[in-house]
Each structure stands twice: as structure tokens, then as C-alpha cells.
């Protein structure tokens, strides 16, 4: 019972840590910078200072939808980041470029993250089948095979509780990264960086809201297996 509860509260973080993103940076994105540069300006002037001026900046479609795709190394940015001259703007996108950053200097975080990827894909296709077809057979009686696949569910399971675990750090420090090159190169002042920050910290409510989330799913798992 315990673990329904906790599922429950980490299902309301979630909505909370949505919600405060989208608070923030609807507040934020009709501020505009002092310095009067696009959120594509701000990636591209970061991005070079740092010798990355062979990363291409990309506009994707969708709101908050930027990304850096270390594959190809491009910066994807949002219909709402690229041409943006909002303080919002150019937070979210030096934290793209803080992801860039990362990836070039090999930040162990992130390489474990990418390497572990492959497999947390595959897993997050097969964990919920294997665990409620196990669950099936073992109400029916099928004990060995049941067990097994809720075992290799769980074991499924733990994969992903991993990748948001090892997260975590991942976004903290592409965060502080950005808030650093900001300032470094006068993209936003002394009292724009109190708006980063506010958008920034709400973004990354929602890593610690899914990392919540899983760990209080695994609970109930475990909780569930522990009954079977």
C-alpha cells in the first residue's frame, strides 16, 4: 500500500514540475534580453568560443523541444528558442550547448548515459508485457515462467531506473554550464541571470520528477513480487 501511495505523489511532482516549466518559461519568454540576441545567436557565439563551430544549429518544430543529437553533433533548436530573443530563449539553448560541451570533453556522466541508451530502449519496449504476461501465468498457476518473465521485467526495470538516475547529474551540469557561459560572454547580465536560473531550475524538476517516478514504479514492483 505503501508504494501506491508514493507512485501517487510522484504522479503529482510530475504535474507540478510541468507545471512550473511551463510557468516559468511562459514568464520568461516575454522578457527579452538586454543584449537582443536570439536564442540561435546565443548557441552559435557559445558554441564557437568553445571550439564547436562545426556543430550546425538546426530549428526543429515544436515548443521545448531542443535537443543535442551527439550522433550527428547538431543542436536542435525549438520554434520557441531559435528566433527568440527572450531570456528564456538563450538559457535553453546555452543548455543544449551545455550537452555539446559535455560530449566534446567526454563528461563521464554523459558517456555512460549514451552508452547505456541502446539498452534502456530496448528494455523500456519489454518491461511492462514481460511483467504483466508473467503476472498472467503466475494468477494461473505457471510459477517457473511466470516468475521468469516478471523477473526479466524487473531486471528490465532497473535499466531505466538507471538512465534517469545517472540523468540527473547530466542536466544539473549542462545547467550550471549555461549559467556560466552566459554570464562569461554578457548574454544576459547580473539581473537577467536571476530569470535563467528560475528556468533552468524548473527544466530540470521535471529529471528529478521522472527519476521519482520510475523509483516509486520499481517500489510497487517489488512490492508486487514480494507477494508472489
Not at 62 to 84: A, H
Request: hydrophobic share 50%.
Amino acid at each position: 500500500m505503501i508504494s501506491y501511495y508514493l507512485l501517487l505523489i510522484a504522479i503529482v511532482f510530475t504535474f507540478y514540475a510541468q507545471a512550473r516549466v511551463s510557468s516559468a518559461f511562459r514568464k520568461y519568454s516575454r522578457i527579452a534580453n538586454k543584449r537582443g540576441i536570439t536564442g540561435a545567436e546565443a548557441a552559435r557565439l557559445v558554441l564557437d568560443r568553445n571550439g564547436l563551430s562545426d556543430v550546425e544549429i538546426n530549428l526543429t518544430r515544436g515548443s521545448l523541444t531542443d535537443n543535442y543529437n551527439p550522433k550527428d553533433r547538431t543542436l536542435n533548436l525549438s520554434e520557441t528558442v531559435y528566433g527568440s530573443r527572450s531570456i528564456a530563449a538563450v538559457s535553453v539553448a546555452c543548455h543544449e550547448v551545455g550537452h555539446a560541451i559535455q560530449h566534446s570533453q567526454k563528461y563521464t556522466p554523459l558517456v555512460v548515459r549514451n552508452s547505456i541508451f541502446p539498452v534502456v530502449n530496448f528494455s523500456s519496449k519489454l518491461t511492462w508485457p514481460l511483467i504483466i504476461v508473467g503476472l498472467i501465468l503466475l494468477s494461473s498457476g505457471s510459477w517457473e515462467l511466470g516468475n521468469m518473465l516478471f523477473n526479466i521485467g524487473l531486471i528490465a526495470f532497473l535499466c531505466i531506473v538507471a538512465f534517469h538516475l545517472v540523468t540527473l547529474p547530466v542536466e544539473f551540469n549542462a545547467s550550471s554550464r549555461a549559467i556560466d557561459e552566459l554570464l562569461a560572454y554578457g548574454i544576459v547580465d547580473t539581473t537577467e541571470v536571476k530569470g535563467s536560473k528560475k528556468v533552468l531550475k524548473a527544466a530540470a524538476l521535471t529529471y528529478v520528477a521522472a527519476l521519482a517516478a520510475a523509483v516509486a514504479n520499481l517500489l510497487r514492483l517489488l512490492a508486487i513480487r514480494g507477494n508472489n
